[in-house]
């Protein structure tokens, strides 16, 4: 095998809130492993791209522990449940993380309602109960709610998992197009639910080389789905052990479910409920000045181009949706959306959000935060 001795890794900013994604020299610890895997099936040979003073002078001994490359507020709140002094629980780990990063943690929390006067809430004490990601854990709890809780656990799924649509270099343009197509301008949370309820619905109605042939036509992986639907029945699960949920409601013909799923067709509460549970995370969209072109009929407006169109977040300014966004090459807002809500911020040549959906103003004065 060859190594270059390189690794990408992820490392989060905390001034900034943006995890990056970056090109770094790899662990000696590292290279070692990989040394390894030469010889795991038969001998074989390693070739090492780079220089013994390189490997004693710029690698590490081993790989930087992940407390202090990740956000913290979901390690913070597990904390809270069991101790008050957060900062100083954290403080005796063995590699302790940046004093500026669990404090900005804490921020967080007290900005998404887990915590108030330095306590935990209601809210907190469910969302230490669900194993799941912060956000996805409180848009779960809004969602039962506000009578929308298929649509939140399955989206609370796709972001556990990953996107259905597959994006290889070969069909990465049809890939986006097809998503586009179940996206209706919502954005893509909303996109990829869609089409993981369009799969329920042929499965319950096609035969599975059907199905399996829909999928390809659409570019959606089947595993991926298999893979979400999957995780909906586990989070269903865990919502109903912490006594969040009734134990009847996974009957499609019981009462409970009905009420638990009353608005399941109303978009504008999706969104609103989406934005409050990613609450700060949210963008301005910057629109460029209105021009006219003129017609027969009068001046008309004219939708601007998207490149014109700019982005900026609370924490580090100027942002960009990232390519396979279904809002990527967006020239216009139906609804006047003015903001974006966004579940990850990355940093690679730009500052991208991913996992976009468009959010009016009403939506965000109205999102229970």
Known sequence: MVDTGRVKETSYDPSSGIVKLLETWASRAACKQRRGRAGRVRAGSCWKLYTRNAENNKMAERPEPELKRVPLEQTCLAVKAMEDDVCGFLAGALTPPDTMAVEGAMKLLEHMGAIADDDLTALGRHLVLIPADLRCSKLMVYGAIFGCLDVAVTIASILTTRSPFTNTPATRDASKLARTSFAHGQGDLLADYHAHQEWLRLRQTTSVRDVKRWCEENHLSHHTLLDISSNRAQYISSLKETGFLPLSSSSSSSSDFVRLNQNHENAVLHRALIAAAFNPQIARIALPEQRFAGSSSGALA????????????????????????????ATGFTGDARFLSYFSKVESNKVYLRDVTRTPPSLILISPC
């Open 302 to 329: 004219v939708d601007p181009e998207a490149r014109t169109i700019k982005y900026y977040t609370h924490s580090s300014g100027r942002a960009f949706v990232h390519p396979s966004s279904t809002l990527f090459n």
